[in-house]
């Protein structure tokens, strides 16, 4: 019998959305329960570390989106083949973690000169430096992002790529097909496209 699984999060993909397409793809009911904002001042002095998302297994309060992803990569065979594709798997994450950083505090700045600042360092050093190196891993990897099946990690991309074109428009990938063709290749999942076509409608 599968554990029962609660999955608090805001109206919005944003870090839990991985979570969510693992639960898709492994076919795994759980319980998406969105907080409305005007009630998170109340719900987060409830959490461990004041953050969302927070995961309930059987009643037990988990925190972190990427521990929580890793728990359940494991449970439904989405590490990789071997530890060392884990391994990998931590080792991109973790460095897109290290880019969305980045992205955050250039979509975070208040003061508009010193946005345009942070957006110009971005498109012209951040961004290429990252997602060539993204793309390589890829294109070597004939379409995956570790190893030669889907991971957790896959759907982190997935839905990393698919922001990244929200923010910077639908051409904003064309330079990096290996990457493009990753995300397509993520939402056209069967069990993926059904989430996605139902999903509830968030900006991010």
Not at 45 to 69: C, H, R, W, Y
Not at 72 to 92: H, M, P, S
Not at 191 to 201: C, D, L, N
Request: glycine share 6%.
């Amino acid at each position: 019998m599968s554990p029962h699984y609660k999955l608090i999060y805001f109206n919005a993909r944003g870090r839990a959305e991985h979570i969510r397409l693992i639960f898709a793809y492994s076919g795994i009911e759980y319980e998406d329960y969105r907080i409305p904002k005007e009630k998170w001042p109340e719900y987060k002095k409830k959490t461990p570390f004041g953050m969302l998302p927070i995961l309930e297994i059987d009643g037990k309060v988990v925190s972190q989106s990427n521990a929580i992803s890793r728990f359940l990569a494991k449970q439904y065979g989405l590490t990789g083949k071997d530890e060392w594709e884990a391994l990998q798997c931590d080792v991109l994450v973790d460095t897109l973690g290290d880019l969305k950083q980045v992205l955050w505090q250039y979509r975070s700045e208040q003061d508009p000169i010193k946005k345009e600042e942070r957006k110009a360092k971005l498109m012209k050093e951040t961004i290429p430096f990252y997602l060539a190196k993204f793309e390589k891993v890829v294109a070597d990897n004939n379409g995956y992002s570790v190893g030669s099946n889907i991971t957790w990690c896959d759907f982190v991309f997935a839905v990393s790529l698919e922001n990244f074109e929200l923010i910077f428009g639908k051409a904003s990938l064309d330079q990096y097909p290996a990457l493009k063709g990753l995300k397509e290749k993520v939402y056209s999942i069967p069990s993926i496209a059904a989430w996605y076509a139902k999903r509830p409608v968030t900006e991010f």
